[in-house]
């Protein structure tokens, strides 16, 4: 089993263009998260889909978009990048949302010029 | 414990000894915690867990203990070795169950040979 994939593992990205990180997991899992992490900061939830279905916004949701495509892919879209939102993004899963670990990818190293 | 500004507070120890990283958490609804342990380029990998329902659980070579009178929790490695040299997080179920997980800023261990 792969465990969490995401796709691209870096992008550099001019100010205003979008993109859509993708993250697709092989588990079963019901749960789905994208985090950011920065120096410093930890990891802050950007949004959440806690079952197929249902998207839900994290700590840090402004300037973000997400779509739980179906049980196994849940993407992030950056419609319009601002430097801001240099970062690198994980996305996660697990079985059941506030009781079970989160299994990681492996991040998609993001730069905004 | 809990970063300050951009740096990570730093746990150094000799190959060999045993190390202990600690966390407070913030919320006494709280009923489920993570450590998950970070190398340079990757996502964060789990550890161990534990319910509020216990004080302490045991895995191999790592021990978490869970104070909840004074909300502390740590993570004991027993005879470190320089592979468990990385950025030790903790989380919780900030919020209690369907809780999302809120992580700490991290500590990171440095193993000396």
């Known amino acids: 089993n792969a465990g969490v994939t995401q796709t691209p593992k870096f992008q550099v990205l001019k100010t205003g263009q979008s993109m859509t990180l993708q993250c697709a997991q092989d588990m079963n899992h019901n749960s789905m998260y994208w985090y950011r992490q920065d120096p410093g900061m930890g990891l802050r939830l950007i949004y959440y889909s806690a079952s197929e279905g249902t998207t839900d916004k994290g700590e840090v949701p402004n300037g973000y978009n997400v779509s739980r495509l179906n049980k196994r892919e849940f993407s992030l879209r950056l419609e319009s990048a601002a430097p801001s939102q240099t970062s690198v993004y994980f996305c996660?899963?697990?079985?059941?949302?506030?009781?079970?670990?989160?299994?990681f990818g492996n991040g998609t190293r993001l730069t905004v010029t | 414990g809990e970063s300050v500004g951009l740096h990570l507070p730093t746990l150094s120890v000799q190959e060999g000894d045993n190390s202990i990283i600690n966390c407070a958490y913030s919320?006494?609804?709280?009923?489920?915690f993570i450590w998950y342990k970070q190398e340079s380029g990757k996502g964060p990998q789990f550890i161990i867990d534990i319910r509020s329902n216990m004080d302490k659980r045991q895995g191999q070579r790592v021990t978490v203990l869970l104070n909840k009178t004074v909300k502390h929790l740590s993570l004991q490695i027993a005879a470190t070795q320089p592979g468990d040299s990385a950025v030790y997080f903790c989380a919780e179920n900030k919020g209690g169950s369907q809780g999302n997980l809120i992580f700490g800023k991290g500590t990171k261990l440095s193993v000396k040979p």
């Open positions: 996660a899963s697990s079985e059941l949302q506030g009781k079970s670990p989160l299994h």
């Open positions: 919320n006494s609804a709280s009923d489920y």
